[in-house]
């Protein structure tokens, strides 16, 4: 039995592949280590074979993607002056891949697939969370988190964060009939209850405003263009000096003390002042990446002996710019800001400047989050994890491929130019 293409590779005829294939990235960037490599392998499997179903489909505009694949190529190249080659190289490998599946994933999928996909990849997510239902001490302040099948609380608070976020965005923008909104239900019901208990001040901080944004953005449907770029500049400019002010006015404390904590008990202050420090020493190109958190290396050693890191992985410095700075140097730290934004400022200016559409919203949510979380989380850098994907995924929908115009037959161009009152060869042809 012969498949036909549309149903793997048209994003509007394969809203059941495509959401499969998205579910399972979900799971994969969520679980693969806790079931090894089989949940990576299928990640690949899903996308990748797609390329060769219709490879005229994703090499066409490649050009598009200049800014990330410089990125990728770049994160590659730093093999030559890492601190650690053989970790650089294995890791650079498997984040280029990752940008690879982001890209034929958005070739081929639509928004509104990819979030039926994310809806149905979280839920199972969390069910299997819910049903692990583990707990873990903070020994920096000495509260019990729910962290279920994750190995901290902040990962299952970000996968529970989209739970809410798409569940949103699908029954304000995507949904179809009134059957799509009780399947949502469910979802949203138990991202809340998960978010809530995992206390992860920056998901529950981020998630409100993140939906007060997409609502505003929602609601500039009834004015015309001229009227949204009004507001885009005002708000832009507005959010600029919010920004400034709240930094200088301590904005992070206060977020957090409306969560019982405080910014230098969670030890991210401390981590940004030894990242920053750690940044001095290779600054232009950084030691390589992923090259830092090696173990034997003695910073390190010194900052997991610090925190409490007994298996000695999976640690950052809670700042993607400062993370990208140690590892990357000041090349890779500007370069990852410009594919920021870049996506984000893509997206915005669409709904602002251009036709108002519902796929670029929610991309920018997306966006918006990604942009909060990355001044206090590392979910971009990182091969196989599910803020990376999105980013990219963003990114590539920037580029909006030109409808093929089907070819007429000879017999159908002189039908045509008869009803026109044409007679002999077509204007303009010899």
Known sequence: MKIPKSLLVDPERNSVYGSFAVAVSVWAFSYSVIFGQVLIL????????????????????????????????????????????????????????????????????????????????????????????????????????????????????????????????????????????????PVVLLSAYLLVISHSATSMASTPA??????????????????????????????????????????????????????????????????????????????????????????????????YITTRTGFHFHNTYIEALVELGFVGATLVSLVILRTLYGHVSAVAFGTWRADSVVLAGVMVLLLIRSFVEVEILNPYIMGSFLMYFSFFKLARLPVARPRLSAARIEEANAARGWSGPEPGTD
């Open 210 to 307: 993140v939906l007060a944004l997409v609502m505003l953005l929602a609601m500039s449907k009834v004015l015309s263009r001229r009227y949204r770029r009004v507001i885009f500049l005002v708000g832009t400019g507005m959010l600029v000096v919010a920004i400034l002010v709240a930094l200088n006015l301590g904005l992070m404390d206060f977020v957090l003390g409306l969560f019982g904590k405080d910014s230098t008990l969670t030890g991210r202050t401390y981590l940004w002042e030894q990242g920053w420090n750690a940044a001095q020493r290779a600054p232009m190109l950084g030691v390589g990446y992923a090259a830092y958190w090696v173990q034997g290396f003695a910073e390190a050693e010194r900052l997991w002996n610090e925190f």
């Open 42 to 185: 299928a990640y690949y499997a899903v996308w990748l074979p797609l390329i060769m179903v219709d490879y005229r489909r994703f090499l066409r505009h490649l050009s598009s993607a200049w800014l990330p694949l410089s990125f990728a190529a770049y994160v590659c190249f730093s093999v030559f002056w890492s601190d650690a080659p053989g970790i650089t190289a294995r890791t650079a490998v498997q984040y280029f891949s990752h940008i690879a599946c982001a890209y034929v994933a958005a070739r081929a999928v639509s928004v509104r697939t990819l979030t039926i996909g994310a809806l149905v990849g979280i839920f199972v997510v969390l069910l299997y969370s819910l049903k692990v239902g583990a707990y873990s001490e903070d020994v920096l302040d000495g509260t019990y988190n729910f962290v279920g099948a994750f190995a901290s609380k902040n990962q299952i608070g970000f996968v529970a964060s989209l739970g809410i976020y798409f569940s949103v965005v699908f029954i304000a923008f995507l949904r179809h009939g009134r059957l799509s909104l009780f399947l949502t239900v």
